[in-house]
């Protein structure tokens, strides 16, 4: 019968061979795991899927070739209480979501003015004053299509403005990739010279200086080859990008390993006038853009790495940072970057099938000449052949 799941999964694009099928056939007839369902699943993902890559696609393919029986995952758990809550509290009827007006950039900010200048309590729910819980552009907690945070945390993700003090934290450069090959994909961009001093055996050399010489040792040494590639990598850091900090710590340091000659700063949502290196001095430690242009040759490869998701007001519109009052606009510091440094490439955490949903992924795009790649291998690989070319 597992003659037809082999299949199956061969159909699904999963690289399967003859070998590890016979591995899981053997691991099944000496009775490794149990009857069960589970314990099936986890022996034959193990046996037959190399890349982790490809889990998804054995998810699927297990789930359609199983269909009608037991399925592979228990689903008995009750959902938590509060994650259900939090879900009630958020849901609007089209009716009220038809009815939550966008003010447009300008018109919110004003209208924020006067609120201050009238409200003199604390409000929860409702639609016109700063609170919690309501559709009121102003606060935290509720829905609205776009608005100003102000306190608490966010939830929808539709601000176009936030105020509070918010503290980052730092990728980590020594974690360790979760796989290899992301690792590998990164190594296309590598390119190696002889560098620095004599250090390292020169075996064809030595054995052609040595024949000369009568077969006397002529010991010859030349300088290690090392990679002369320049990178600089710009990271978004907070709010969305919360949610993608274990791939881009696994990318960082990854980075850090291949690329010898590597600067990186952080920036938040949109590139502005300063950025930063450590998130907890971000404020009293700010390194002005303009001198970051100037301080690298235009030979040295940009790449971005940000999930581009925000209010288009904040890559279009002075003053559009969530955080402070930009002068100029993000696609304005953008352009001088892709202008300096010619070979350039943004990576975006978020999954690329929702890239269509995100205004600000669309605008990040065009800027960029649509050289926005997802961090997976395939998207990897395709970065490193445009920052080669």
């Given at each position: 019968m597992l003659i037809d799941f082999f299949f199956t999964l061969k159909d699904a694009k999963i690289p399967v061979s003859i070998k590890e099928f016979l591995t899981l056939l053997e691991a099944m007839q000496q009775n490794v795991i149990t009857q069960s369902m589970d314990d099936f699943y986890y022996l034959s993902r193990l046996t037959l899927v190399k890349d982790e890559a490809h889990y998804d696609k054995f998810d699927r393919a297990f789930a359609q070739y199983f269909k009608g029986i037991n399925g592979a995952f228990e689903t008995s758990s009750?959902?938590?209480?509060?994650?259900?809550?939090?879900?009630?509290?958020?849901?609007?009827?089209?009716?009220?979501?038809?009815?939550l007006e966008k003010f447009g950039y300008d018109k919110l900010m004003d209208r924020l003015q006067e609120l201050l200048k009238e409200q003199k309590e604390r409000h929860e729910g409702g639609s016109k004053w700063i609170g919690t819980g309501g559709t009121s552009p102003f606060g935290n907690g509720g829905t609205n299509p776009e608005g100003v945070r102000i306190g608490g945390k966010g939830g929808n993700r539709t601000a176009v403005k936030v105020w509070e003090q918010r503290s980052y934290k730092d990728y980590d450069t020594e974690r360790e990739l979760g796989t290899r090959n992301i690792k590998v994909a990164l190594r296309r961009l590598r390119r190696f010279a002889r560098e620095g001093a004599e250090e390292e055996l020169a075996l064809d050399q030595t054995i052609r200086a040595t024949a000369n010489n009568a077969g006397y040792l002529d010991i010859r040494m030349q300088a290690e080859r090392r990679n002369n590639v320049k990178v600089l990598m710009l990271f978004d850091v907070g709010g969305t990008m919360d949610d993608h900090i274990e791939r881009t710590e696994e990318l960082f340091s990854a980075s850090k390993s291949e690329f010898k000659n590597m600067e990186f700063y952080y920036f938040h949502n949109c590139v502005y006038d300063y950025l930063w290196k450590n998130n907890r001095r971000r404020n009293a430690e700010r390194f002005p853009t303009w001198d970051v242009l100037r301080k690298y040759k235009p030979d040295t490869k940009l790449i971005f790495v940000g999930d581009a998701t925000m209010s288009p007001y904040e890559i279009l519109q002075p003053g559009g940072s969530v955080e402070y009052n930009n002068e100029e606009a993000g696609?304005?510091?953008?352009?001088?970057?892709?202008?300096?440094?010619?070979?350039?490439?943004?990576?975006?955490?978020?999954?690329?099938?929702?890239?269509?949903?995100?205004?600000?992924?669309?605008?990040?795009?065009?800027?960029?000449?649509?050289r926005m790649f997802p961090i997976t291998l395939d998207g990897l690989e395709r970065a490193m052949r445009v920052l080669s070319k």
């Open positions: 009750a959902i938590p209480l509060d994650w259900l809550v939090k879900r009630m509290e958020r849901e609007l009827s089209d009716e009220q979501k038809a009815a696609a304005e510091w953008l352009a001088r970057f892709t202008h300096a440094f010619p070979k350039f490439a943004w990576l975006n955490p978020e999954p690329e099938g929702l890239w269509q949903y995100r205004q600000s992924i669309g605008v990040i795009r065009q800027l960029m000449n649509d």
